[in-house]
């Protein structure tokens, strides 16, 4: 099954840009993966989904357009533009594998992001 | 827009078994669009899936707890649920249901999360 790695933690400051990055173990570079924030005391939400060929699909609701993501190897990057103070959140990422009647969704550690 | 809520005991006993119910609203249950699934979160941690189940009654669940939970839907209620046996103090979480559709794999609706301690 795949393992999806990230940073611990991220930190960048009011109105600059930063770039999280979720990481496949290897032999699973065509995956697919997904991008949830949690902010502080709440569930998470859907941001979007990628691949190495970008976006797939289209962004989860009130994502602003601030957010993008792009996919190469193993790696699957977050970036968020314009950082604002209520981007400081968990981000976290998750796959879904396997097919017909077994499937399964594993999720990465997090990333805690903190606006400076 | 489709709504899920959990509900159940914010408090279980180790060894004795986890309950835990989510209501849904803006859609069927019974529909062919959605999958249905709890995923958890111990203090600090990241999130943990648990497993999922469809509306024809056909579950997935993560091999490393799959001994231990049952899930199942009840249409007549708009609910499904979750039963975690043998529960231990590593079972601290809090606990979402959420919801997947066919095809697209991610979880785009969640609902707020239930508390669930581990202690006698």
């Known amino acids: 099954q795949p393992v999806l790695t990230q940073p611990p933690s991220a930190s960048a400051s009011l109105g600059a840009s930063v770039t999280l990055t979720c990481t496949l173990s290897?032999?699973?570079?065509?995956?697919?993966v997904d991008w949830y924030q949690q902010r502080p005391g709440k569930g998470p939400r859907f941001v979007m989904r990628?691949?190495?060929?970008?976006?797939?699909?289209s962004k989860g609701d009130g994502i602003p357009d601030r957010f993008s993501v792009l996919g190469s190897g193993l790696n699957r990057y977050l970036t968020i533009k314009n950082i604002q103070e209520e981007d400081e959140s968990d981000y976290h990422c998750?796959?879904?594998?396997?097919?017909?009647?077994?499937?399964?969704?594993?999720f990465g550690g997090g990333t805690k992001l903190t606006v400076l | 827009q489709l709504q899920l809520q959990e509900s159940g005991p914010g408090l279980v006993k180790p060894s004795e078994t986890l309950s835990l119910t989510c209501t849904v609203s803006?859609?069927?249950?019974?529909?062919?669009?959605?999958?249905w699934g709890w995923i958890r979160q111990p203090p600090g941690k990241g999130l943990e899936w648990i497993g999922s189940?469809?509306?024809?009654?056909?579950?997935y669940y993560n091999p490393s707890l799959k001994s231990r939970v049952t899930m199942s839907v009840d249409t007549s209620k708009s609910q499904f649920s979750l039963k975690m046996s043998a529960v231990t103090a590593a079972d601290t979480a809090v606990y979402y249901c959420?919801?997947?559709?066919?095809?697209?794999?991610?979880?785009?609706?969640w609902g707020q999360g239930r508390l669930v301690g581990v202690s006698s």
């Open positions: 959420a919801e997947s559709r066919p095809g697209d794999g991610y979880f785009g609706f």
């Open positions: 803006g859609d069927s249950i019974s529909s062919s669009n959605h999958y």
């Open positions: 189940i469809y509306y024809s009654g056909s579950t």
């Open positions: 290897s032999g699973y570079s065509n995956y697919k």
């Open positions: 990628v691949g190495t060929g970008g976006i797939v699909g």
């Open positions: 998750g796959t879904d594998y396997g097919s017909g009647s077994n499937f399964f969704w594993v």
